[in-house]
């Protein structure tokens, strides 16, 4: 069935919306019961709420500010809508339309497909429509639009919409279903189920043809010869195809083969091309790239400590090549790791370079095309090493000379800046290989973890702490646990109805269970210094009273409580006097606003789209910033988290895949095969970052705190010079070891 619709997919997506003009044709749809899933959720005391059933289908349309008014019906966090409307008897359907608006300010677009099925039963629907396939679909100022397909000539009884939203919110008032004059001879087969999917791939093919759009305005930024303009002429005629077909992978190749001969115009002698290139860069599938020469790599590390660099490898053929990449030799007292790092979609809808696939099994390279290979090196002792890289391909080898420092300074067991990245094991990445995880945490540094809810029973004494004693276990070598009440919602704070929150009861049953969770944490070899109780995260609202309050009794009755909370508005900063780690949201207004206190303050992150964030700035300087302005930790949402369900361990998604959950993926790894984990460049550079911290930390014992500030400032002072923090962290190893 598959085939079948990917078959139709080619033949009628690329059907164009054709408004419909007049209104005064009966419409079938209206009065007509309907479903929706899922229910709507926008505010309800600004739109329609979650009860209402009738407002898509009443005829009225809305007056006034579209998603304020209880006519319009408003969604927010879904991907997709589905909306089937039940007409009751069959019709010879002639036109639908759907309302809806935009306002590019308030964060609202059109929704980006609006594929439409009809039908005389569930089980027998036919593709009719994609509503939303017009060029007048853009973002912009405010305005309400009406897409309509007119002169479908359908006959049938249900009317199935699946709607793809794009951004966080999608509204419409109403939906029209008109009858028509004529039928054609098509009939569907398609069951709702079928139906879901079939708008899936044309979703996917929207995906696809937007991402060969942007690589072609890409390359209109590089400045290149005359014969790379004529190159990049025939790649625009490439593009314009797609007005016209939905062949995307034969435009795809074609896009690369263009662009494997305009370089083989500047680089004719070769057959593939090796080149140095900047770690922490962008790139592109379609960047041309500067002149070559005698590749070469170069490492300074200090032990215990790790660094990276890059080579970029290109098919000038017009071949497919295999590639294979592997060292010349194994020495003792350094550690090497070759990976090849393909491109992968984000929906930013651009592609990026991230994952660190192991490259011992090479890759294949079409005509034309790029792929870094990225090389670690992890040193146990100090010394010099000469070592090569070997490249093959057809038989041809190239070898890469690499010279390893590793310098007498050793990166302490137990770093300065505390790192914490909600690695929930439960998340499903890495529910099935937690021990992986929490090897890979502990190889990237990281000495805080969080236990989430799910391990964190909150009930009637006694209880069963088995599991949260097994998940500190397995995270041995964290020194610090962050332990995750969420009281926000009532069935915790009251203990599932049993006690009122901060009661005289609730108070004794708090005492009692925070007794019993701290022996439990003891003996999985936690120190009750090393415990920090973590009540609600980002607080706002009554909730950051209700903390005040609980801090203030929990100081008197517990006095070696330690108490945690993520702080990402200013209304929350009321509450640093009652925090021992205050983590805050990075954001200037947000760390602007703190004055001089005692609590120690930690800053983290949490941008989406994840993938599309700079390894360099977003990821490695946010170290250091804490560096610089004295923040004694740092942090990022999320380790795992592969579809952003709001890290409740349920969600479906795999990293390999930015565009199948209702949100973009956090998370910096992605899993490998037989339970192995895949790191990402992202998170080799948070990496990078900490021994930053920590080597800005050794500088400042010896040369003063301010000549190491002034090295700080120098690198976010140059944010968009990727090669800078490695620049100066060289001169420090090279100052240190003298």
């Not at 001969?261 to 790239?289: G, K």
């Not at 294979?324 to 790791?337: N, Q, R, W, Y």
């Not at 909600?422 to 890979?440: F, G, P, Y």
């Amino acid at each position: 069935m598959d085939k079948i619709l990917v078959a139709l997919l080619v033949v009628i997506y690329s059907v164009s919306a054709m408004i419909h003009s007049c209104h005064a044709t009966t419409n079938l749809a209206k009065g007509k019961a309907y479903t929706v899933s899922p229910q709507q959720n926008y505010t309800q005391s600004l739109s329609a709420p979650a009860s209402d059933t009738t407002s898509l289908t009443d005829g009225k349309y809305t007056v006034g500010y579209f998603w304020s008014q209880k006519t319009t019906v408003g969604w927010q966090g879904a991907k997709t809508v589905e909306i089937l409307i039940d007409l009751e008897k069959e019709y010879n359907i002639g036109s639908i339309a759907f309302n809806t608006a935009r306002g590019e300010k308030a964060g609202v677009y059109y929704p980006t497909h609006i594929a439409v099925f009809v039908g005389p039963d569930r089980d027998h629907l036919l593709y009719v429509a994609d509503l939303a396939s017009v060029l007048e679909n853009k973002s912009g100022a405010y305005q309400v639009k009406r897409f309509a397909q007119n002169d479908i000539g359908a006959w049938g009884r249900y009317v199935f919409l699946v709607v793809v939203t794009k951004g966080y919110y999608m509204f419409c008032d109403e939906i029209e279903v008109l009858e028509g004059g004529f039928v054609n001879e098509k009939s569907g087969n398609l069951s709702v189920e079928q139906a879901r999917k079939f708008a899936d791939q044309i979703r996917r093919l929207g995906i696809e043809k937007e991402l060969l759009n942007k690589q072609a305005d890409d390359m209109n930024k590089v400045a290149v010869s005359a014969a790379e303009r004529d190159h990049m002429q025939k790649i625009k005629q490439q593009i314009a195809l797609l007005q016209t077909t939905n062949d995307v992978g034969k435009v795809d190749v074609e896009m690369f083969t263009l662009r494997g001969a305009a370089l083989r115009d500047r680089f004719s002698e070769n057959e593939h091309m090796i080149q140095t290139v900047n770690t922490w860069s962008q790139l592109t599938p379609h960047t041309f790239h500067a002149e070559a020469s005698p590749p070469a790599l170069s490492f300074l590390l200090p032990k215990g400590g790790y660094d990276s660099r890059s080579l970029l490898v290109t098919n000038l053929s017009v071949k497919h090549r295999e590639v294979s990449v592997s060292l010349d030799k194994t020495l003792a007292g350094i550690e090497i790791a070759l990976y090849q790092v393909p491109f992968v979609k984000t929906v930013a809808v651009e592609y990026v370079a991230d994952p660190l696939v192991p490259a011992e099994n090479g890759f294949v390279l079409r005509p034309g095309e790029s792929r870094m290979v990225f090389v670690t090196v992890h040193g146990t002792q100090a010394g010099v090493w000469n070592y090569t890289i070997q490249t093959k391909s057809e038989g041809r080898i190239t070898s890469i000379p690499i010279t390893i420092h590793v310098v007498n300074i050793d990166m302490p067991k137990n770093l300065h800046l505390h790192s914490v990245n909600w690695a929930e094991l439960n998340h499903k990445l890495i529910s099935d290989r937690k021990q992986a995880a929490v090897n890979d945490l502990l190889s990237h540094h990281t000495n805080v973890i969080e236990v989430p809810p799910a391990y964190l029973p909150i009930g009637e004494l006694p209880q069963d702490f088995g599991t949260l004693e097994e998940y500190l276990r397995i995270s041995n070598g964290i020194t610090k646990v962050l332990l995750f009440a969420h009281l926000k919602p009532a069935t915790r704070s009251s203990v599932n109805g049993k006690y009122y929150f901060m009661g005289n009861e609730w108070k004794i049953w708090f005492k009692k269970w925070f007794e019993e969770v701290t022996k439990v944490t003891t003996k999985a070899g936690i120190p009750k210094e090393n415990l920090y109780f973590y009540p609600y995260d980002e607080m706002d609202g009554k909730h950051i009273e209700e903390f005040i309050a609980f801090a203030t009794w929990a100081r008197k009755e517990i006095p070696d409580i330690r108490l945690y909370a993520t702080i990402n508005n200013e209304r929350a900063l009321k509450a640093l006097p009652y925090l021992d780690v205050a983590q805050i949201a990075n954001r200037e207004e947000l760390l602007g606003a703190i004055e001089t206190t005692k609590t120690e303050v930690w800053i983290y992150d949490t941008k989406a789209p994840a993938k599309s964030q700079s390894p360099y700035s977003y990821y490695r300087l946010m170290s250091w910033k804490a560096f610089l302005n004295g923040y004694k930790g740092i942090g990022f949402w999320a380790y795992a988290d592969a579809d952003a369900d709001a890290g409740s361990g349920a969600n479906s998604g795999t990293a390999w895949d930015d565009f199948d959950g209702a949100y973009p993926d956090y998370a910096v790894i992605y899993e490998g095969d037989n339970g192995t984990i895949i790191s990402s460049r992202r998170w080799e550079a948070w990496r990078m970052g900490i021994e930053d911290y920590e080597l800005l930390t050794m500088y400042a014992k010896v040369k003063g705190d301010g000549a190491a500030k002034a090295l700080a400032r120098c690198v976010l002072d140059n944010q968009q010079d990727t090669s800078k923090a490695d620049e100066v962290r060289r001169k420090i190893l090279l100052e240190l070891s003298r």
